[in-house]
């Protein structure tokens, strides 16, 4: 049915394919992303302005979630293309990999000082036909949780490799 | 920022508190421009803990069939993102965003962010937004929704 898709990555759909990673929002990671980015909204830097607005100390950039929760990899693990290889992915033998989307919403307000935790599943893998030929989107669908139990954000991100 | 001339790697910031009273379907948002430097694409790389050569090396880049590095896909996701936090002010609530990465966006390049007001229920506001290359092709489109204050308490 497919060329592009073994039946063993395609079985792989639905399910958690690694660990729930948990970490802290530390202003310093926080900031660094957000000055990255070019975003210097103030609730990110300043306590009294953020707490004027309604938080009960600075908050972090929404799409920060997904990078606070990156663990460090050894350099051995790291791919020709630069990427970061993943021992629990479905292996495609593809090699050109892009960012396709992303869908978030955030139900609670984060704080620097939560702690984040991150579940993480295959959500589904699609073979599509485009201009440049055919292409494989993956969908990973990542549930963010706070120390309090407490679900502050769902994201569905889509990876295109070709 | 007493001048008028945005600088381009760097957001407005929340510049006024806009109130869901005041506002109505079919409006347009200011637009914004954002211009990634290489070495703030490096930047991006080193805090996001991203060592995906694609947005750095030019000869890995071309190998891979772009016409130069390309700026991360998640970057323009943070800009278009950002683009609403800053428009909505410290008051609003971004409660959902979503976006398709249709073409890449390249380094030293204008893209152009924009949006408009597609519907109004109390204080939930929902906006179409998007980013444009300099020739206009909308290289990702987008939705968001936020919560605004209804009006001044």
């Known amino acids: ?162 | 920022m007493s001048s008028d001339v945005q600088p381009k790697d760097v957001g407005s910031g929340p510049t006024h508190q806009p109130y869901a009273r005041d506002l109505a379907v079919g409006d347009e948002l200011p637009a914004a421009v954002r211009n990634a430097s290489r070495t703030q694409l490096f930047l991006y790389s080193a805090a996001t803990w991203n060592p995906h050569r694609i947005h750095y090396d030019v000869d890995y880049a071309r190998f891979e069939g772009h016409p130069d590095v390309i700026v991360h896909g998640p970057l323009q996701g943070a800009w278009l993102t950002q683009y609403v936090t800053d428009w909505m002010g410290p008051r609003g609530r971004l409660v959902h965003a979503g976006w398709q990465n249709r073409a890449s966006g390249l380094p030293e390049q204008d893209l152009t962010f924009r949006g408009r007001i597609t519907a109004i229920d109390r204080g939930q506001v929902t906006l179409e937004v998007w980013e444009e290359a300099p020739d206009g092709r909308v290289l990702m489109p987008g939705r968001a929704v936020v919560e605004l204050p209804v009006h001044p308490s």
């Open chain 1, 1 to 162: 049915m497919s060329d592009l898709v073994p039946p063993e990555a395609r079985a792989l759909v639905g399910k958690e394919l690694s660990a729930p990673v948990t970490a802290v929002i530390t202003a310093k990671e926080s900031q660094r992303y957000a000055q990255a980015v070019g975003d210097l909204n103030p609730l990110y830097f300043d306590e009294a302005y953020a707490q004027e607005a309604g938080y009960r100390t600075i908050t972090c950039p929404p799409t920060f979630l997904d990078h606070v929760v990156v663990e460090g990899r050894p350099l051995g693990d790291l791919r020709e293309d630069g990427l970061f290889r993943q021992p629990d992915g479905p292996s495609l033998g593809l090699r050109r990999v892009m960012f396709g989307g992303q869908e978030w919403d955030w139900l609670a307000p984060v704080h620097v000082g939560d702690t984040i935790t991150a579940t993480k599943r295959l959500g589904a893998i699609d073979e599509k036909s485009g201009g440049k030929g055919p292409f494989v989107l993956v969908t990973w669908e990542t549930t963010f949780t706070n120390q309090e139990g407490d679900v502050v954000a769902r994201s569905r991100l889509q990876g295109i490799s070709r």
